[in-house]
């Protein structure tokens, strides 16, 4: 059974996925950088994202690595994927440069169409207008068998939650208080959508937690 | 100077303090023991609580001593204390039998007058109605000079919070998906308020963070 999963999502002790403001210099809202000092120095950040060949093994690498294994598509809300808003910017490719680090067909959630945009490395980004429902099933049908993950940002992971569309949830929780920004969990009931915490780990920078669906509805 | 500090406060990832729900079988709310499990077998919580000889030694342990240490007064929210509400029933003195865990002068904040109480041990609940700057008052002369704890609930420490007068703050964030109950983050903005992570130490069953006021407002 293919899963949809999301993997190596950070959010603060309060909740939040992202910092306020997002913006072309704070891709990940002001302080947001902050939730990801786990997931920095890891040898997989360096050479899947960075392209360098140093990194740090241990937990939080192997974590981070576990994310990319078997997976055939992704589906990316559209914040995530640009800074601008309303119509695209078509110059704009991503934040990723050439050679983006998925590797595979991305779809991504948008309410304007776009053409499908060929990158180096096989990743090819697809603009779907129809809602994440749409977004799925074509994922799903373009991963080969394999997974689809979902990376982000907080307000799709949210719509997906709430339809109980996903399987797989690995959340970081980063020691940080971010005060405000998008909030993954504001309203959100996750014990009556059927999630539950299934594992653990700590390390010395985060707690990683594994949360499955685990009724069906 | 006298602090008032909160400690060993343990939250879900989803931001819960306490489950729902609370009554005399509850008193963490459904499903809020879960959120104790790093607390439980500590040495701390087998001496302190249950008067026990055995225990767990280590980080959680450390952590949970170490929020005993220098305290000379309490502040509890009424609902910590019992689990009634409305005017007092007075053949109830708190959960903890006849020598609760505190032995000092711990404050009931409440909006019912009630005659302090003398426990075993050291303990005398004392009922204040006038509010959480009077309640603090009292618990920083009746103090000897050392700190004062805050036990919660989660309405409690809000209100602290908001008003700025909590000076160090040890959340625990156990591995626990609630789903509903107490939330002790909600439209609440920590970092305007002055609060700070300064230092997070991981233990194999939660993550443990001091949050400090970091500017004086």
Redesign the interface.
């Known amino acids: 059974m293919q899963k949809l999963r999301v993997e190596s999502f950070a ?1 603060s ?3 939040f996925g992202a910092g306020p403001n997002q913006s072309l210099q704070n891709p990940l809202g002001v ?1 947001g950088g902050n939730l990801h000092q786990w997931f920095f120095p890891t040898k997989t950040f360096q050479q899947n994202v960075l392209g360098k060949s140093d990194g740090t093994t241990g937990i939080d690498n192997e974590i981070a690595e576990n994310g990319f294994k078997n997976i055939g598509a992704w589906i990316l809300g559209r914040n995530m994927f640009s800074p601008y808003r309303g119509s695209h910017n078509v110059d704009w490719k991503g934040w990723w440069g050439d050679n983006p680090p998925y590797h595979v067909p991305t779809f991504i959630l948008t309410n304007h169409k776009r053409e499908s945009i060929e990158m180096e490395g096989g990743t090819t980004f697809h603009f779907v207008t129809g809602g994440i429902n749409a977004a799925l099933e074509k994922a799903f049908d373009s991963a080969n068998g394999k997974d689809v993950r979902l990376g982000g940002g907080v307000n799709t992971i949210r719509q997906y939650l709430m339809a109980q569309l996903i399987d797989e949830l690995h ?1 970081v ?1 980063s ?6 920004g998008e909030n993954l ?2 309203n ?6 059927g ?3 299934v594992k ?1 780990i ?6 990683h ?1 594994v ?1 499955k669906k685990s009724i069906n509805t």
């Open positions: 959010v002790v309060d909740g302080g959340l929780v020691p940080v208080i971010l005060g405000s969990f504001m959100l009931d996750l014990t009556s959508l999630y539950k915490c653990h700590s390390s010395d920078k985060a707690i937690l949360i």
